[in-house]
């Protein structure tokens, strides 16, 4: 009798090995993530949210290193930094490669109102420049404040733009001599400018 319990014991033990060597588990597959041209769509997605950013922005996508390189020109910094943010919104840790240009839009003098003069009147004031009493001195302002504002060269904010008969006065600080030069050159460049004082300081 003992040995019968021990041949039956010896052949389960055999049948259980056989079992745990088979594996019934499937094998693992591997999801494969977006396609550069799938990451390209979900950018392109998010910034058609915006017009104006949408028609502007051209999209580059590399998915393998969750990166996407952004271009194009828009007409101010806000849209810039809105493409971007878009951009970003498409995808958790999103690498954004910012390559836009921002060209503000120059308006003619024939298309200047005394209406968007009384507005700009105002924001000089507001930023302590000095404008003379006619619509020209406004509109050379505007475009020359324009035209600094999309210079990645000139610090905008810290350049003040005085316009009185034509004349332009350049006023504050900047960091390099070369910025105090491009300023000028700007404001020499801007039709209906007669002359330019640069009073701007290297600090």
């Known amino acids: 009798m003992r040995i019968l319990i ?9 049948v259980s090995g056989a079992l745990t060597g088979c594996s019934t588990t499937a094998p ?6 977006p396609s550069d041209s799938d990451l390209e769509r979900m950018v392109k997605a998010k910034l058609s949210t915006d017009a104006d950013v949408s028609k502007a922005i051209s999209v580059d996508a590399n998915a393998d290193k969750n990166e996407v390189k952004l271009t194009g020109t828009v007409a101010s910094e806000t849209l810039r930094t809105r493409a971007v ?8 840790g999103l ?15 024939s298309e200047y109102t005394e209406d968007m003069a009384r507005i700009d009147r105002e924001k000089a004031k507001s930023t302590g420049d000095t404008l003379g009493k006619s619509i020209d001195d406004t509109w050379i302002h505007t475009k ?60």
């Open 95 to 109: 690498i954004i490669t910012d390559k836009i240009d921002v060209k503000p839009l120059e308006v003619s003098r």
């Open 6 to 14: 021990t041949s039956a014991v010896a052949g389960i033990l055999a």
């Open 85 to 92: 943010d878009l951009a970003k919104s498409a995808k958790d």
């Open 144 to 203: 020359i404040t324009t035209k600094l504002i999309g210079n990645s060269d000139t610090p905008a904010r810290k350049i003040n733009v005085d316009v009185v008969d034509g004349v332009v006065t350049l006023r504050g600080t900047v960091e390099t001599a070369t910025a105090k030069e491009e300023a000028e050159q700007v404001a020499k460049t801007t039709d209906g400018v007669k002359r330019v004082r640069n009073l701007l300081k290297v600090v």
């Open 28 to 33: 693992k597959t591997t999801v494969a993530g």
